[in-house]
């Protein structure tokens, strides 16, 4: 790494503005291919969805649970971006041409070869040049709002990332506000402040 990248390294740090990237795409959708860069989502909340790799076992049916939630997805004004280390080529292999489960998916999918990104996020393997199965949240502000990282084969659920997600833009909205474990819309809130220290229990 010369000085100038040493510059620029960014590590992805919970609260602080999350790292930047260029990546090229897959768009299943359209069957088109493109470049995002993170930029190109200020002002918008987005998930970086990393998966192990395409071809494989629990991945397909954590992004056919991701389609089947779209629409709750769309409806937060959510961008979700799938990313494994794969290419372009072959993400729509995949979805196009081997992968039922994957029918009609309407997802970007974004192609990490290099494995930049997820260096900087921590979840590169250097052997295998495969991303862990990692979830990032950001916020429209840049700053990484969530991160859960998941060991191996363990499959994700989208109705938790969508309560998560609902929690950060609640908290967000309503700064001075807490989420208690369990939270779900419309239920009880926590307000901190010397007034609640040892009286938890009466707020809820």
């Not at 590169?124 to 429209?140: E, K």
């Not at 969530?146 to 833009?169: F, M, P």
């Amino acid at each position: 790494m010369n000085e100038h990248e040493m510059e620029t390294y960014q590590i992805a740090k919970i609260d602080c503005p999350a790292p930047t990237w260029e990546m090229p795409f897959y768009n299943s959708e359209k069957d088109t291919d493109g470049t995002m860069w993170s930029k190109d989502l200020k002002w918008k909340w987005y998930v970086l969805f990393y998966y192990p790799a395409d071809f494989t076992f629990v991945c397909p049916t954590e992004l056919k649970d991701l389609a089947d939630a779209k629409g709750q997805f769309d409806e937060m004004w959510v961008e979700m971006l799938p990313v494994s280390t794969d290419t372009v080529f072959t993400h729509k292999w995949w979805v196009k041409g081997w992968e039922k489960l994957l029918e009609g998916f309407a997802y970007k999918m974004l192609a990490d070869h290099n494995g930049e990104t997820a260096d900087m996020y921590n979840i590169l393997d250097l052997n295998s040049h495969l991303a862990g199965r990692g979830t990032f949240i950001v916020d429209p502000d840049g700053i990484l709002r969530g991160v859960e990282v998941t060991s191996g084969a363990q499959g994700r659920n989208s109705a938790e990332l969508i309560r998560k997600i609902q929690g950060l833009q609640f908290m967000r909205a309503n700064p001075n506000a807490a989420c208690p474990a369990k939270w779900t819309p419309w239920s009880t809130t926590l307000t901190p402040g010397i007034d609640l220290v040892g009286k938890v229990n009466e707020a809820m």
